[in-house]
């Protein structure tokens, strides 16, 4: 009798356990009503199936290779629900990355997913680290054909080890997989984390844990790093800002728009500093006005 109340039991809760991560859909489709003000659970409330139509199923733009200029050297192309409303509770999406030259995706994990990726051109490096304590490291170098899964919530990361370009496509169990990159969550975070809980969790001194406090302003490039402070018994507080050369007045060269000057070494990098030398103009504000062309001229 025990027995059979037993497997009663489970028979009624296994179709909980095995759709507790993203339920199967109950009809032919749930295209995503995003203007609806309905209750979220697991997904977006249902369009009124007789306003669905073939671009809701829609998504153009894989085939387009992506700007890889940026710090990353990547691009990264991921058309989710919120780009293909038809893919509302079907719990699956797909993703395209572009590599310029050792460009990375750096570590990050999917909070809501499992992954498979293929490499469609180039060499990859891929891998991902398992939970603690092993913290095993599982890496492998892809060539173009290849596959590779990255498990369901743990970190991994991907690189063009190659000589040329490289481009990744990768399939996700969810249709809104979500994604935490390591470095911005402990460092980006806003908040900010507060520096004793990083220096005990990376066992390093505060001053180190100061360096990469980035603050994002809109640009991978921007932050902003906190070298010493007072709080960590220094007597000054000081900071260290970093921009890229495009940020308002700055220096261009042949090589940011020419590959053959680039390679060459016509870059800013090796400008002598002399040119960068001259007459200087000291511009006194009031904190309450603007800086306005007249304030130049009466400089």
């Not at 991560?21 to 007789?50: M, T, W, Y």
């Not at 398992?130 to 173009?144: A, D, M, R, W, Y």
């Not at 006005?289 to 304030?295: F, L, P, R, S």
Request: hydrophobic letters at 45%; aromatic letters at 10%; charged letters at 15%.
């Amino acid at each position: 009798m025990n027995l059979i109340l037993t497997l009663s039991f489970v028979a009624i809760i296994w179709p909980s356990l095995v759709l507790g991560h993203e339920p199967s859909p109950l009809q032919d489709f749930c295209v995503a009503d995003f203007n609806s003000i309905g209750v979220r659970v697991n997904g977006f409330p249902c369009l009124n199936p007789k306003q669905v139509t073939v671009d809701h199923f829609l998504f153009k733009g894989l085939n387009i290779v992506g700007n890889t200029s940026n710090y990353l050297g990547v691009s990264v192309n991921r058309p989710t629900v919120n780009e293909i409303p038809g893919l509302n509770t079907l719990g699956m999406s797909t993703v395209r990355v572009d590599y310029a030259v050792s460009g990375v995706v750096p570590p990050h994990r999917h909070p809501r997913a499992s992954e498979i990726l293929v490499v469609l051109e180039g060499t990859v490096l891929v891998g991902f680290v398992t939970s603690s304590p092993e913290n095993k490291l599982i890496s492998k170098v892809l060539e173009k054909g290849d596959v590779f899964v990255f498990p369901f919530g743990l970190f991994h990361f991907q690189q063009n080890v190659g000589s040329g370009n490289a481009i990744t496509m990768a399939f996700l169990n969810s249709q809104n997989p979500g994604v935490v990159i390591a470095a911005n969550a402990m460092f980006g975070s806003s908040p900010r984390i507060d520096a004793d809980v990083l220096d005990r969790a990376l066992e390093v001194d505060s001053s180190v844990i100061e360096k990469p406090y980035l603050i994002y302003k809109g640009s991978n490039f921007n932050f902003l790093m906190l070298l010493r402070s007072m709080k960590n018994d220094f007597d000054f507080n000081f900071s260290e800002l970093n921009f890229p050369l495009h940020a308002d007045t700055h220096v261009d060269a042949p090589g940011h728009f020419y590959e053959n000057y680039f390679e060459q070494g016509f870059d800013a990098d090796t400008l002598d500093l002399i040119v960068l030398n001259g007459p200087e103009l000291l511009v006194d504000v009031l904190r309450d006005e603007n800086i306005t062309g007249m304030c130049a001229w009466n400089g």
